[in-house]
């Protein structure tokens, strides 16, 4: 009985860890959202830092120093803890980037950076994960343990402002760009509408804008729709699905097969919507801040390959991979075999980065797989010289977009639960359902799905078209369409915003 009792420890201590840190993700998620974008908080503050900086633009120093202290103050709504870490970090990875730039050990300076970068990350993000993982092979190992677990809740957006770090250090190491002053690599790091979330910005693109004297010269109709298009995205379709994917995903046992492939389905739109709405909002503030947009969705879900698929969403982490880890590891220049030993390796990286769990290692390494098979089916046809003619190009087409989008929403499945063991029970249930009453069948259900798709086919003309109409020089009539559009968002969402998807990471 005593070694039953022992056995038992591990398990019941790593319980308790989950369900601590579950408690305590959300409390901070209760008080995040008071300062998420599309709320009247978020509004009062930022017309209060719009009015700052909208006049002192030209006057470069004193504009660096509000931006910077704006974003500080933003990050410290959160927590005070999480602001001092965020400081202390960029204080330290900036002695260690002026190393890198001017000092006689160039390398070593470098490789201790990454090193502290990726421990920091590990520490604030993965810890738990090890931990709970360590019990659990000791359980299975039949070896008793019961030590103290620490409860670390990871600071909002630390992956994120972690990749800037690391990306800007070696981009100093290797001449890329000069070293800046510390002013200016603070405003870069803590940059407040992508801290949390990205777009990830180059820090090359972004000095020569914090620098220059001059406005970015936004269209006032780009920075509408841009605002309008998140605000849809975020406040009603993303609020919308979010009621439809989280107990689906969490006890998918109580759904029938039908129930289970549309909250797939709903997830894959909802953390589109939910992403990118977050990247548009960014993006026109940006605009308003004198920040030039930086593309990070292009209507993903039209791809028709894994490839374009990658190359249209999350446009700005891909890149950072592509650059940072996948070019480093030899990309395809050392033969093919190693060209997808290095995609594999890449994509699982990024899937482990996205969250402390298999079921993150798995969802990268599946997307690796994927591409790998993408690039056998086309470096094989070009080895043998073998080209193929389709007798019917517009089914071909419809084929290939059905695979990448299934593809891409079974991958969700393992994104979106909570561990490895019920993104398996997902899919049996899907094979194998417990429950045989539709729950579902809801015609706002299909029409938010229907619009979600409509913006992946036709959301670049959509906006352009809405530009155009708000360009034309009827001001009353602007300041209606816009307030009706406004009104719109606001009436069809929620009265309490759920939080970004990416918080999370």
């Excluded at 982490?317 to 995609?343: A, H, I, Q, T």
Aim: aromatic share 18%.
């Amino acid at each position: 009985m005593r070694s039953d009792s022992l056995r038992a420890i591990p398990f019941k201590i790593a319980s308790l860890a989950r369900t601590y840190k579950n408690i305590a993700r959300n409390k901070i998620f209760y008080l995040l959202k008071f300062m998420l974008f599309p709320t009247y908080q978020f509004l009062v503050f930022f017309l209060i830092i719009f009015s700052a900086i909208l006049s002192i633009k030209p006057q470069v120093d004193l504009y660096k120093i509000v931006l910077l202290v704006s974003s500080l103050l933003f990050y410290s709504f959160w927590s005070f803890d999480f602001l001092l870490l965020l400081v202390l970090g960029t204080a330290y990875n900036y002695i260690i980037l002026r190393a890198a730039c001017n000092g006689k050990y160039k390398k070593l300076a470098l490789i201790s950076g990454i090193i502290f970068n990726i421990a920091n990350l590990g520490i604030f993000k993965y810890c738990n994960f090890f931990v709970t993982s360590l019990f659990e092979v000791l359980n299975q190992l039949q070896i008793p343990a019961s030590f103290q677990v620490l409860q670390i809740i990871a600071p909002v957006g630390v992956s994120f402002y972690t990749f800037r770090m690391i990306s800007h250090l070696i981009d100093c190491y290797q001449q890329k760009i000069p070293c800046p002053k510390f002013v200016d690599y603070a405003a870069y790091i803590t940059y407040f509408p992508q801290i949390a979330s990205g777009p990830i910005s180059r820090p090359r693109e972004f000095y020569s804008q914090l620098n220059s004297p001059k406005k970015y010269d936004y269209q006032i109709e780009e920075v509408i729709v841009l605002i309008l298009s998140g605000l849809f995205k975020k406040y009603t379709l993303s609020s919308f699905l979010f009621n439809f994917t989280q107990l689906p995903f969490k006890v998918p046992q109580q759904y029938s097969s039908i129930d289970l492939i549309l909250a797939a389905i709903s997830y894959s739109c909802l953390i589109y919507v939910d992403f990118s709405g977050y990247s548009d909002l960014a993006n026109g503030i940006s605009c308003l801040l004198g920040f030039k947009p930086i593309a990070n969705f292009n209507m993903p879900y039209r791809s028709l390959s894994l490839q374009e698929f990658w190359k249209r969403w999350h446009i700005s982490l891909s890149e950072w991979l592509r650059d940072y880890v996948y070019f480093p590891l030899g990309g395809n220049k050392y033969g093919k075999l190693r060209k997808y030993v290095n995609l594999l390796m890449t994509m699982a990286i990024g899937g482990f980065w996205h969250g402390a769990g298999l079921n993150f290692i798995f969802w990268g390494a599946i997307h690796g797989l994927g591409l790998i098979v993408n690039h056998l089916c086309k470096d094989i046809p070009q080895a043998i010289h073998f080209k193929l003619d389709c007798a019917f190009p517009r089914f071909a087409k419809f084929c290939s977009w059905l695979l990448t989008f299934s593809f891409v929403t079974g991958s969700w499945v393992f994104f979106g639960t909570p561990n490895w063991e019920t993104a398996v029970s997902f899919f049996e249930g899907i094979v194998h359902p417990a429950v045989a009453t539709f729950q579902f069948n809801f015609w706002q259900l299909y029409l938010v799905i229907a619009v979600i798709g409509a913006i992946n086919l036709w959301g670049d003309r959509i906006a352009q078209l809405l530009q155009t109409v708000l360009s034309l020089k009827n001001i009353f009539f602007r300041v209606v369409l816009v307030s009706l559009l406004v009104y719109t968002i606001l009436m069809l969402g929620p009265s309490t915003v759920p939080p970004f998807i990416y918080f999370n990471f």
